[in-house]
């Protein structure tokens, strides 16, 4: 198992003296913990260091918390949380925009215990035997302790990110493993991640991970979909320093190609393409598929605290057979599910469903019609159809399914808003 190297940053805002000293214990077990007692303090923390998660005490103002990190265009997941707390406070606070609620037992040790787990880097296994993968990974990791930009080319979900992780692992590298993503936020508040905000304007000075990311590595998810603008700056602003940053890409396409294309700048292309590794689609490897099973089903036994059930070689046959359109998470949350439905000792092929409990069999199946079938349909009918077909095996991930039909966000967005003006339901966004 390879560690990502970083510790990505909690920051607990409220007065309770519980919580500081939870916090306090949990950065005394090695987690990346700050604490604001208030929204102002809480606002300069953020501006001034990049954090992956915000856990805010629901007897705090969250909604307007929430507005001023929309003003500000900070883009990142808020939880609410409280140690016995009404069950209507914390409805308020996810009609508020928080994305989740966390009871806080009221114990220092337990409470330290969950900040400790909020704030650990996540673990990540590279699985897989096949050659194409192997000779990508093998080859990242040989580039990995240079400075060289490496490209990570390859569908969502297909462990780029993981890659991209477990490079600045080996790397060598001292400072943080930041990440910017190009395919959520507006353009104002991407940009403003990347390169931060100067003083004098109408919102407060901000630190962008571009500077921050000095002496580590920053990691531009979906960098083919920055728009050019900002390209075009990012490309003059790697041309004049930051020499100490390590660059790191992903894209559904060849940078080169993309750069032909019209939709990634030529100069930023030609900076951060010197190295591209190629992660191949699961589709692509099968007999990779057992053991990538086999880990997310002992994964999915230690979060649900049952006892770990093999996966049958039926049901694996069936597995080799799916199409996988969103590759390795589309597996782990097959597995999982099986995981928690099975009923026997082992994991059997009624018990492999999808999101919605279509059985796996029966979409395999069905997943390939043949041509004679889409006869008496319009194109309109059958475009929307592949559609929502593929957003509801994305979960809801508009960029996932975008890149696995080739299409931008925008022009997926602008789809599903015709379908839901036409009355027709969407899957919900993730």
Request: glycine share 8%; charged share 20%.
């Amino acid at each position: 198992m390879i560690r990502t190297g970083d510790d990505p940053h909690l920051l607990l805002i409220g007065a309770d003296a519980v919580l500081k000293i939870a916090a306090q214990m949990a950065r005394d077990n090695g987690a990346t913990v700050s604490i604001a007692d208030d929204i102002d303090t809480a606002l300069a923390i953020l501006r001034e260091t990049s954090v992956g998660l915000v856990m805010i005490d629901v007897a705090a103002d969250v909604a307007g918390f929430i507005t001023s990190l929309r003003i500000e265009a900070f883009v990142m997941p808020v939880i609410a949380c409280g140690i016995d707390v009404q069950a209507e406070q914390a409805v308020a606070a996810i009609r508020a925009g928080a994305r989740d609620y966390v009871s806080l037992p009221p114990d220092h040790a337990l409470i330290a215990a969950i900040l400790t787990n909020a704030a650990a880097a996540p673990p990540g296994t590279l699985i897989g035997k096949d050659a194409s993968f192997v000779r990508a990974v093998g080859y990242a990791w040989s580039i990995a302790p240079s400075r060289i930009a490496l490209s990570i080319v390859g569908e969502p979900k297909t462990g780029r990110t993981m890659l991209a992780r477990s490079i600045h692992a080996i790397s060598g590298r001292t400072g943080r493993f930041l990440i910017v993503d190009a395919a959520h936020g507006t353009p104002t508040a991407i940009e403003a991640d990347l390169f931060g905000r100067a003083a004098g304007g109408t919102l407060p000075p901000r630190r962008g991970k571009l500077d921050e990311a000095r002496g580590g590595t920053l990691f531009l998810r979906e960098v083919d979909r920055l728009p050019l603008d900002t390209q075009t700056r990012l490309a003059h602003a790697l041309a004049s320093g930051y020499a100490d940053t390590r660059i790191i890409t992903s894209a559904h396409a060849d940078l080169a190609v993309s750069a032909a294309a019209g939709t990634v700048h030529a100069d930023l292309a030609a900076r951060l393409g010197t190295v591209r590794i190629a992660l191949p689609p699961l589709r692509d490897r099968v007999g990779d598929i057992p053991a990538l099973a086999a880990h997310f089903a002992e994964q999915a036994a230690r979060v649900e605290q049952i006892a770990v059930r093999p996966i049958a070689d039926s049901a694996l046959a069936l597995l080799a057979r799916h199409s996988w359109p969103c590759n390795v998470q589309e597996l782990e949350d097959v597995v999982h599910r099986a995981t928690v439905l099975a009923r026997g000792p082992v994991v059997g092929p009624d018990d492999l469903v999808l999101a919605d409990g279509t059985r796996l069999a029966r979409t395999t199946d069905e997943a390939t019609p043949g041509v004679d079938r889409l006869v008496g349909h319009t194109v309109e009918d059958v475009e929307r159809a592949l559609i929502l077909k593929t957003l509801e095996r994305c979960r809801g991930n508009r960029t996932s399914a975008s890149g696995i039909l080739g299409i931008s966000v925008r022009t997926m967005r602008n789809k599903l808003k015709s379908f839901v003006e036409a009355g027709i339901a969407i899957i919900p966004a993730t």
